[in-house]
């Protein structure tokens, strides 16, 4: 499954680098971070800080293996919302999701 997302991810990169520098993977990390960094506004700045926890799974959502995103349904949305913000946002950067969101509770 994992190779199935890089593809993918690979695949949109491909066709949205056009006129976007910090996606040009022939330039250094560094500087593909210091070009996008100029780009960016605070505010979108600011919400690189979110982390979305989609596949949460703990006593507080009431959510398991058994009901609730596992498997190849949360490959499927993942791939979902990373597609939709690479192709709708201003930066065509993803979004940091994670299987747990480490807020303190």
């Not at 680098?17 to 780009?39: F, I, Q, V, Y």
């Not at 398991?64 to 949305?77: F, I, K, T």
């Not at 919302?81 to 807020?103: A, G, W």
Request: aromatic fraction near 8%.
């Amino acid at each position: 499954m994992k190779k199935k997302w890089i593809a993918g991810f690979r695949r949109m990169n491909r066709n949205i680098s056009e006129n976007r520098p910090w996606m040009d993977t022939g330039k250094s990390a560094e500087e593909r971070a210091d070009l996008l960094l100029a780009e960016m506004t605070l505010k979108e700045k600011a919400g690189q800080l979110n982390l979305y926890a989609l596949y949460r799974s703990d006593p507080w959502s009431e959510r398991n293996y058994e009901n609730g995103l596992c498997g190849e349904m949360a490959v499927r949305l993942y791939n979902e919302i990373q597609k939709y913000v690479m192709e709708h946002s201003r930066l065509h950067i993803p979004v940091m999701m994670s299987s747990e969101c480490p807020h303190g509770h």
